[in-house]
């Protein structure tokens, strides 16, 4: 099984346990402020989320986002996703690849992908943005954020491979053990990783967590 392959096996597995992840105690000042970022930086928008899982952060877009399209690979995060119930009229959740995206019948005025970066394979990041931004108008917001590495809070780095790419060990309820890439980017990485693609970048680092900002 590649790597690819055993991400979505794994994501699939996780999905019923997925959302404890936000449970810690020590990240809740850091994700009150992620969630009222998200709600402020997308108020009034025809947002995409890609690699929305369960729909944790679709239910925050949902609040002040005009329309959200909110799409993931996995069946089993959809379901989780749609039993949220959210408003119908403006939210729909599509499975698709998110290195793989159809053309839609619009452009979106902006796009999220919360703690999917770091999931990225280094040598496909550039693929990744450019069929991102294929889809999103001129000038669209774009959103991304993902965790920073805490010692003694995040799951240690059990190897790196020759791309540089790092990952984790990561066990499930039903005991089972899944190798899953997990990289922790710097801020000059992240910058250089949208050269060329993006205006306005802004990144910033809390203690727990990073958000990068431009617009395409």
């Known amino acids: 099984m590649n790597s690819e392959t055993a991400l979505i096996a794994y994501y699939a597995k996780r999905a019923r346990e997925y959302e404890r992840i936000y449970l810690k105690p020590e990240r809740q000042a850091d994700l009150q402020r992620l969630r009222s970022f998200v709600e402020g930086s997308f108020a009034g928008g025809d947002v995409l989320e890609v690699a929305c899982g369960t729909g944790y952060w679709t239910e925050v877009l949902a609040r002040s986002g005009a329309s959200v399209v909110a799409t993931d690979i996995n069946e ?49 990041t550039r693929e990744f943005l450019l069929g991102f931004h294929r889809v999103l108008s001129p000038g669209a917001r774009v959103v991304f954020i993902d965790n920073v590495y805490v010692e003694g809070s ?31 980017p710097t801020e000059s990485q992240l910058r250089a990783a949208v050269e060329g693609l993006a205006s306005g970048v802004e990144v910033e680092f809390l203690r727990y967590y990073w958000i990068l900002t431009y617009a395409v």
Request: hydrophobic share 35%; no cysteine; net charge positive.
């Open 76 to 124: 089993e995060a959809l379901a989780i996703a749609r039993s949220k119930r959210l408003n119908p009229n403006k939210v729909t959740f599509q499975r698709e690849d998110a290195y793989a995206l159809p053309s839609f019948s619009r452009k979106f005025t902006a796009g999220l992908a919360a703690f999917w970066w770091s999931h990225l394979p280094k040598r496909r």
């Open 154 to 184: 995040s799951t240690p780095i059990s190897r790196m491979d020759a791309d540089g790419n790092t990952f984790q060990i990561r066990r499930l309820e039903d005991g089972s053990q899944h190798e899953v890439r997990k990289n922790f």
